[in-house]
């Protein structure tokens, strides 16, 4: 696996916080997000939250066997985003299990809320998609630093 790209003191095992700027390919032609669009945000905000943990997804697949995968989302739009926005894409860890992980992840811009979702992922098997197990290694990676 790869080295965590933050040290242990600098990042906390179930919250991650990552900046993303608003594009104009991200927006309507009115300049607002396009709903479909804060998806992709909060995706790679799950992904750079891995990839400061250690783990790149491209290793999760070919080292551990395992993808991670949206099992489902609940999404609640509160205020739109606009083309040169700076939002901060904070996903936070509130449930691990055997075979998955439910995230609470907030848009914002400044202080403003624009967006809340609950998303479950789950861990799968990465040749036939079947059910598996989180890999004990990311588990005790995401103890070991809340620990700390």
């Not at 905000?45 to 989302?73: C, D, N, P, Y």
């Amino acid at each position: 696996m790869s080295q965590p790209l933050l040290n242990s003191s600098a990042i906390d095992a179930s919250t991650f916080t990552w900046p993303i700027r608003v594009y104009y390919e991200d927006t309507d032609s009115g300049g607002v997000v396009y709903h479909a669009n804060y998806l992709n945000f909060m995706e790679r905000a799950r992904t750079e939250w891995l990839r400061a943990l250690g783990f790149e997804q491209t290793e999760l697949k070919t080292e551990l066997g395992v993808i991670f995968v949206v099992h489902s989302m609940t999404v609640a739009f509160k205020s739109p985003a606009y083309f040169n926005d700076m939002l901060e894409i904070k996903s936070q860890r509130i449930k691990i299990g055997h075979g998955s992980m439910v995230f609470l992840q907030t848009i914002r811009r400044d202080n403003q809320v624009l967006l809340e979702a609950t998303v479950k992922l789950a861990c799968v098997d990465a040749s036939s998609f079947k059910p598996t197990g989180i890999p004990t290694v990311i588990k005790e990676t995401m103890s070991k630093l809340q620990a700390e």
